[in-house]
């Protein structure tokens, strides 16, 4: 089924609280009792990412009691849709990211709050947890347009999404009020007619032979694609 080709649409699945496995990491659903000692360490402890919550809603959080009423709101909920990220070398926690605004009438759903601590960020993992949500959107429930949506301030994520292969669209100016301060969000998505060729690049990418000894890309993300 196509965009042009909508005669037999039907409204598609909503996620399931399911894990989704990859080569480097493993998603699970977010369960704050099994992951909170390690995701407090990751995304709070020493060493952690003093940029983090820059532009995120919430935190940074001052102690773990409101860190620990945060994820158990998070693991409650079911829009969004949390998911906590296992790095399969070390079987730790390192971060989080959600499915959200879940529009399954249209077809329509994003993918942020995304959270992942410094041992995390610019890695195979952090690339790979983002294609396991993009693959289950589009391949296993059959959603037409997967967004993803930032502060129009936040360069690493506009550079993240670019990156990934998701398609700039604009810019909604005066969206939001984020911690007293107003935000334009960058707007990208990936529509389906996109993303065979998004899929491709990903899975070469992700291949054993593309990275070597040390565990470095040999060839990029975007020159795949």
């Known amino acids: 089924m196509t965009a042009h080709d909508l005669s037999n649409w039907q409204p598609r699945p909503v996620p399931q609280r399911e894990p989704l496995a990859g080569r480097f990491v493993r998603l699970e659903p977010l369960a704050s009792a099994r992951h909170g000692d390690d995701l407090w360490l990751a995304l709070q402890g020493l060493g952690c990412d003093p ?122 100016r005066q969206h939001m009020l984020v911690k007293g301060q107003n935000r334009d969000t960058a707007w990208f998505a990936i529509i389906d007619g996109e993303w065979p060729a998004r899929r491709e690049a990903f899975e070469r990418w992700l291949t054993a032979d593309n990275f070597d000894a040390e565990g470095q890309q040999k060839r990029r993300l975007e020159d795949l694609r």
């Open 51 to 172: 940029a983090l919550w820059d532009y995120l809603p919430y935190g940074p959080f001052a102690s773990r009691a409101p860190f620990d009423a945060w994820l158990a709101a998070n693991a409650a909920s079911a829009d969004p849709l949390f998911y906590t990220v296992i790095d399969l070398a070390s079987g730790r926690a390192l971060g989080l990211l959600s499915f959200l605004r879940i529009a399954a009438k249209d077809g329509c759903i994003e993918i942020g709050h995304i959270a992942f601590g410094q041992a995390m960020q610019r890695t195979p993992g952090s690339t790979e947890a983002v294609w396991l949500l993009a693959r289950h959107a589009f391949d296993d429930l059959g959603y037409r347009r997967l967004e993803w949506k930032c502060d129009a301030r936040n360069a690493r994520s506009r550079r993240a999404a670019e990156r990934l292969g998701f398609v700039h669209e604009g810019l909604f």
